[in-house]
């Protein structure tokens, strides 16, 4: 099983959808959880960390089951300037273990 | 203003030749790391340093060297030994190392192209 798992879409929603991302990973000791969005050829950038009593920040909200190894990204109302592709990130025995990304795409 | 820098932003280089790719941060952060990250891939983690004077290797480690003689700099050496260097090369720091994993500031990236 690898480590980091996400499913690399990709997603078309029209504008003003709700759509939710999930990541599952292998390691149950991981600590600390992220979400960063990469636009295309550019660098990752974080989008926000993931907390045990969940993350809201705007139109986004991160939430984190321990007991099912899963963390999730729902992002509401979308925009265009959503697109991207979107990283789990996760703490394991090494420095932060990153999933493949789910690509998003928002149409007009 | 604070930040990551990477030169240069896209690199050539012939077959069989080592090329050195550089990478800056005036964060004061104490952790840096490298990155390679091919089309439609993840990040896959090549080298890190938690402190000056000390790096480990990470996953893909193999064809590439490394150095950490100030704070401030981290510069990878993609090797002639690399078999597939073709690839985005990604610098990274963060305020903590392993013992207290923290956020990742990325730099804006290295494309290097083998001819």
């Known amino acids: 099983r690898k480590e980091v798992e996400q499913d690399p879409g990709p997603f078309n929603v029209p504008e003003g959808a709700t759509v939710a991302f999930n990541c599952t990973y292998s390691?149950?000791?991981?600590?600390?959880f992220f979400w960063y969005r990469q636009d295309c050829r550019k660098e990752p950038k974080l989008l926000m960390s993931v907390y045990s009593s969940g993350n809201e920040d705007g139109r986004f909200t991160a939430q984190l089951n321990r007991a099912s190894q899963y963390i999730s990204l729902l992002i509401r109302d979308s925009k265009l300037s959503d697109s991207a592709t979107y990283l789990c990130v996760v703490t394991g025995n090494t420095p932060l273990v990153f999933g493949k990304g789910t690509r998003l795409s928002v149409i007009a | 203003d604070g930040g990551i820098t990477q030169s240069p932003k896209y690199l050539f280089r012939k077959e069989g030749q080592n090329v050195t790719l550089s990478c800056e941060q005036n964060?004061?952060?104490?952790?840096m790391y490298w990155y390679r990250q091919d089309p439609g891939q993840g990040l896959r983690l090549i080298y890190y340093?938690?402190?000056?004077?000390?790096?480990q290797k990470g996953d893909i480690a193999e064809g590439y060297s490394v150095s950490r003689e100030k704070k401030e700099s981290f510069p990878l050496t993609v090797t002639s030994a690399q078999k597939n260097p073709t690839a985005f090369y990604l610098c990274?720091?963060?305020?903590?190392?392993?013992?207290?994993?923290?956020?990742?500031?990325f730099g804006p990236g290295t494309r290097l192209t083998v001819l």
């Open positions: 390691n149950s000791a991981s600590q600390s």
């Open positions: 964060l004061n952060h104490d952790a």
């Open positions: 990274a720091s963060s305020n903590s190392g392993l013992a207290r994993p923290d956020t990742q500031y």
């Open positions: 340093s938690q402190i000056v004077n000390d790096f």
